[in-house]
């Protein structure tokens, strides 16, 4: 039998029973490439860690939260999908971006055993988009999808400054909720998209939606008139490239993947978690 790379990599990493825990937990898990780069980076910031896969489904997580918090070497749990809401009411504290969302994607275990939730998937995302070359500053802005990581993404853009945010999602109660959070930080227009949405109307065009990752889902929007000029986000890491990415590649957009977006969050994940 073949042997796992990761598993070899986990035996050079020098574990022993002094390693503390770190648990990556969704529904599923096995897309998930994080435990990997986030234990190195947990190791090169001196940490003597790891961080194990779990594939928890939604009606187990609080036996999940039972668990881990009986485990004394368990400093974080960092949470996936569709666990990043129903995660924040096992946080005794909350920083203000997880807050106003309701919604977690990381949470660190306090000296006093408590847990301290925060949410990076919208300044992740933000910070690939800049790093790419995006201006965001001014910029008109469409996001699909309002779940937890869409609701992230769509906080942090108005926090970067777009002129306005269109918010698209099949969950017409999320949508109207996210919009009316969003107005009133009054930091930009907010609003639905139109069921006709354009997306030559938009500077900017980020999914924040599954679509993409079953080789049969539409485009979350139609790109065929979307100017050379926009820039594309998508939140999705697998496939890599999604047809979403390749079609706005092909009209000559700058672009913004998952796995890069990806990359800038696990950035800010590791910084939370060795904060304390």
Same mark, same amino acid.
């Given at each position: ?37 986030? #234990?190195? =980076? %947990?190791? +090169?910031?001196?940490? !003597?860690?790891?961080?194990?896969? *779990?594939?928890? &489904?939604?009606? @187990? ?113 999320? #949508?109207? =909720? %996210?919009? +009316?959070?969003?107005? !009133?930080?009054?930091?930009?227009? *907010?609003?639905? &998209?139109?069921? @006709? ?80």
């Amino acid at each position: 039998m073949a042997q796992d790379p990761s598993f070899s990599a986990s035996l050079d990493a020098g574990l022993s029973g002094a390693t503390r825990v770190y648990f990556i937990v969704g529904d599923p898990i096995a897309q998930v490439k994080s435990p990997s780069g986030v #234990t190195a =980076a %947990l190791r +090169a910031a001196g940490r !003597d860690a790891i961080v194990v896969p *779990a594939h928890v &489904a939604p009606d @187990d997580l609080p036996g999940l939260f039972a668990a881990v918090a009986r485990m004394q070497n368990v400093d974080g749990v960092i949470i996936t999908v569709p666990h990043k809401f129903s995660a924040t009411p096992y946080c005794a504290t909350l920083s203000d971006e997880a807050k106003f969302l309701g919604a977690v994607n990381t949470l660190r275990r306090q000296a006093d055993g408590s847990w301290h939730g925060g949410m990076f998937d919208g300044t992740g995302f933000v910070a690939a988009l800049e790093d790419a070359g995006c201006k965001l500053n001014g910029k008109r802005a469409l996001l699909v999808g309002a779940g937890g990581a869409g609701s992230a993404i769509g906080h942090a853009l108005v926090h970067a400054g777009v002129a306005s945010l269109a918010v698209r999602d099949n969950d017409a109660a999320r #949508t109207e =909720a %996210l919009v +009316a959070r969003l107005a !009133d930080l009054g930091l930009g227009s *907010a609003s639905i &998209a139109a069921s @006709d949405v354009a997306a030559q109307d938009y500077d900017v065009v980020v999914n924040a939606s599954p679509m993409g990752m079953r080789a049969e889902d539409p485009l979350p929007i139609d790109v065929s008139r979307m100017p050379a000029t926009a820039f594309v986000g998508d939140v999705v890491t697998k496939p890599p490239l999604t047809p979403f990415i390749e079609a706005a590649r092909a009209r000559g957009c700058g672009t913004v993947t998952g796995t890069q977006m990806f990359g800038r969050v696990c950035d800010r994940i590791v910084e939370f978690l060795v904060e304390a």
